[in-house]
C-alpha cells in the first residue's frame, strides 16, 4: 500500500531559481524504508522539510496517507527536559494511561531503562537518539522522515540503531525516507536507493541492483571509488559480451540491461577490489598504499591510466614497485557510458 507519492516536486534554492530540484517522481509503500543518495548541497534536508510541512515548494503535488514524522536533533528540544517527557511531547493528544503505555513502549524497543527520569542532556550520544527515534516513532505516524540520522556514531553504534530503527519500521509497519550522502550507511538498512543529484533523481532500484549495475558512469562515481574504462564491444555471446580494452580483449559476463546487440562502446566499471595479483597480469606501478581495517588502498600506474585496487593487508606492497595484475571477469560488469 503506497503511504507516500512525490509528483513532479520543484523547488528553487534562491531569488534566482537556481533549482534545488526539479520534477521529482517517486513514491514510498507502507513498511518500506526509501534512502534519498545524493551528495551535499543536493536539496536532500530541503526534501524533507517538503514533505514535513515546514517549507513550501514552487510546484508539485505530495500525497500522503497517515501522519508524518521528520525526526528532530537536539537542538529542536528542550534538553533540560527527561527522556519520558521528550518522548511523550508527541503523544499529547492521548489519554495519561495510553501516554504512559506507549512511552513505556519505546522505552522498552530502545533499550533506554533506567534513563527515561534522566535529563536527554546528560546521556551518551547513542541513547540521545534513541530518544530522539523514539520521540518521533511514539505517534505511530505512516512516514518517518529522517536527515543522517547515523552521523557522528561510531560503527558498532551505527550498526545497533540502524537494527533497532529497521525492526521499530517493521513492527510498527512504518515507512521510512532516509537520505544520507554516505551511500556504505545505506547499502544494508534500504529496500530502496533514489540518487538524488543536479536536481534531478538518476536512477531508483535495490541498493545490490544500484551497486551491481550504476545506470551511467555519473552514477558509479557517486557510490563508490571505481575504475572506469571506456571500451569497444567487439561481439556479443550468449552469456557475455567480447570487449576490446588495453589489456586486450576480454570476456564480461555481466551488463547493465541498456546494453544490446545496437551497443558499440560501454564503460568497464571495476570496482578496487575487482584487481588482484597475477603473474601473468599486466604491469601497474604503485604510487601510494594506505593502510585500513584489514585491507590496504593502492593507487597505481599503467602505461595509460591510474587504477585504485584494494589487497589484503598481508600482502606486502611499497611505493615505487611494480605489480601485475589480473582483471576479475567475472565480477564486474559493462555499463553505458
Known sequence: MQVLDVIKLSKSFDKRAIPAFKELNFSLDKGKILSIFGPSGTGKSTLLKIIAGE????????????????????????VSKTSSEIIGEKILHLSDQQQVQRKREMVDFFSLFYKEKQPINTLSLGEQKRVLLARSLAPKPAVLLLDEPFSSLDLILKNEIKQELREACTVENIACLFVSHNFVDI?????????????????????????????????????????????????????????????????????????????????????????????????????????RLGFKDVVLKTKTRFLLAQFSNSVTIETGQVLKLRIKTDEVRLIPL
Not at 558509479?220 to 556479443?236: G, P, T, Y
Open 55 to 78: 517549507i513550501e515548494p514552487d510546484s508539485g503535488e505530495i500525497s500522503l496517507i497517515g501522519g508524518v514524522e521528520l525526526v528532530a536533533s537536539l537542538s529542536d528540544v528542550d
Open 187 to 291: 547499502m544494508d538498512f534500504s529496500d530502496r536507493v533514489a540518487i538524488l543529484d543536479v536536481g534531478q533523481i538518476r536512477q531508483i532500484d535495490s541498493p545490490k541492483q544500484i551497486y551491481d549495475f550504476p545506470r551511467d558512469a555519473h552514477v558509479a562515481k557517486l557510490i563508490q571509488n571505481s575504475n572506469l574504462i571506456a571500451c569497444e564491444i567487439i561481439s556479443f555471446a550468449p552469456k557475455c559480451i567480447k570487449i576490446k580494452s588495453e589489456w586486450g580483449v576480454l570476456s564480461v559476463s555481466r551488463f547493465h540491461f541498456a546494453i544490446n546487440d545496437s551497443t558499440t562502446r560501454a564503460n568497464l566499471l571495476i570496482y578496487p577490489h575487482e584487481l588482484e595479483i597475477d603473474e601473468n597480469g599486466f604491469e601497474a606501478k604503485v604510487i601510494e598504499s594506505r593502510k
